[in-house]
């Protein structure tokens, strides 16, 4: 059994398409159908069922492919080991981050690449969701990313900091006047928000759906910084962390009445049992620094 072979495994179960996922591990399908086959006639077990193009996990390899992925995992946990052993200078750091989280890790970035200039850093933004599938997949080596309450309690987590929730508007808007709005005002307002899958929005709705409110979404951007932009109009307002509008001077920001509690905490999210490689833990020192300087 090889490493290659596992890897070639795991690949094949994610797409259940040899071809495509051949044409992502840069190699012939022939190949990679000779490689698979070799692997089911070592555990003399079928891995996959054949139907037509597709390929399906068969029980055995569903059951096979905890072990090959935790596999794969501890290799490159040990060659990553090696690696740090002879220092931190050089290497790659793979980040996830979620949209309203960028202007934090910009500035744990520009002191980070000052202190190492030759670590390449490679950053996926992405929802809260999809970015945490990647860091279960051991495609990142860390995520920043907004909490939802009671989700991801499976990983190992490093609190950041909290930050209020906001109605904000730009300051042509027509409500940009209030000192305050309630959540009924709110769910009568047309509200630009970040699509579902948003920490932001989860936490949003489900105080609303506890009020027995529905928000008007008019519009819902995968992108804060685009969310942003659209408020300059003054026709529409959305609902964000403090967080995610620092530096914003031509948006307001509005407390939004309600008997809970309406602040988000942004956490960092290790994939659990991995081996955190010294880059990682030099990025999360300045992460940290730059969280200190970041408004409640």
Same mark, same amino acid.
């Given at each position: 059994?090889? +490493?290659?072979?596992?890897? !070639?495994?795991?690949?094949?179960?994610?797409?259940?398409?040899?071809?495509?996922?051949?044409?992502? %591990?840069?190699?012939?399908?022939? /190949?990679?159908?000779?490689?698979?086959?070799?692997?089911?006639?070592?555990?003399?077990?079928?891995?996959?069922?054949?139907?037509?193009?597709?390929?399906?996990?068969?029980?055995?390899?569903?059951?096979?492919?905890? !072990?090959?992925?935790?596999?794969?995992?501890?290799?490159?946990?040990?060659?990553?080991?090696?690696?740090?052993?002879?220092?931190?200078?050089?290497?790659?750091?793979?980040?996830?981050?979620? !949209?309203?989280?960028?202007?934090?890790?910009?500035?744990?970035?520009?002191?980070?690449?000052?202190? !190492?200039?030759? @670590?390449?850093?490679?950053?996926?933004?992405?929802?809260?969701?999809?970015?945490?599938?990647?860091?279960?997949?051991?495609?990142?080596?860390?995520? +920043?990313?907004?909490?939802?309450?009671?989700?991801?309690?499976?990983?190992?987590?490093?609190?950041?900091?909290?930050?209020?929730?906001?109605?904000?508007?730009?300051?042509?808007?027509?409500?940009? *006047?209030?000192?305050?709005?309630?959540?009924?005002?709110?769910?009568?307002?047309?509200?630009?928000?970040?699509?579902?899958?948003?920490?932001?929005?989860?936490?949003?709705?489900?105080?609303?759906?506890?009020?027995?409110?529905? %928000?008007?979404? *008019?519009?819902? @951007?995968?992108?804060?910084? /685009?969310?942003?932009?659209? %408020?300059?109009?003054?026709?529409?307002?959305?609902?964000?962390?403090?967080?995610?509008?620092?530096?914003?001077?031509?948006?307001?920001?509005?407390?939004?009445?309600?008997?809970?509690?309406? /602040?988000?905490?942004?956490?960092?999210?290790?994939?659990?049992?991995?081996?955190?490689?010294?880059?990682?833990?030099?990025?999360? /020192?300045?992460?940290?620094?730059?969280?200190?300087?970041?408004?409640?």
């Amino acid at each position: 059994m090889e +490493l290659r072979q596992l890897k !070639y495994f795991k690949k094949a179960c994610e797409l259940e398409n040899f071809s495509e996922a051949a044409r992502l %591990l840069h190699i012939s399908q022939s /190949t990679l159908s000779q490689q698979i086959k070799q692997l089911e006639e070592e555990l003399d077990v079928l891995l996959f069922d054949r139907i037509g193009k597709r390929i399906i996990p068969t029980e055995a390899g569903r059951a096979f492919l905890p !072990y090959a992925h935790q596999a794969i995992q501890d290799a490159e946990n040990g060659k990553q080991i090696i690696r740090d052993l002879k220092g931190i200078e050089t290497g790659e750091l793979h980040i996830g981050v979620t !949209y309203s989280l960028g202007p934090l890790l910009i500035s744990a970035l520009s002191t980070f690449t000052q202190a !190492y200039p030759k @670590i390449k850093v490679i950053i996926t933004f992405g929802t809260s969701d999809a970015l945490m599938e990647q860091l279960e997949n051991s495609e990142l080596d860390f995520v +920043l990313s907004f909490k939802p309450q009671g989700m991801y309690e499976n990983f190992d987590m490093l609190l950041l900091f909290t930050s209020r929730l906001r109605f904000v508007v730009h300051r042509s808007h027509p409500l940009a *006047g209030l000192s305050s709005i309630t959540l009924k005002r709110l769910a009568q307002t047309p509200l630009i928000l970040p699509e579902k899958g948003f920490a932001t929005r989860k936490k949003i709705e489900k105080i609303c759906k506890e009020n027995q409110l529905e %928000l008007q979404a *008019g519009i819902e @951007i995968n992108d804060v910084h /685009t969310i942003i932009h659209s %408020l300059s109009d003054g026709q529409w307002g959305t609902i964000l962390t403090q967080a995610a509008i620092r530096g914003e001077a031509n948006l307001v920001q509005i407390p939004i009445l309600c008997p809970d509690q309406l /602040t988000s905490q942004a956490f960092l999210f290790w994939p659990p049992g991995s081996y955190r490689k010294r880059s990682s833990l030099a990025f999360v /020192t300045h992460l940290v620094q730059a969280a200190n300087h970041t408004p409640a």
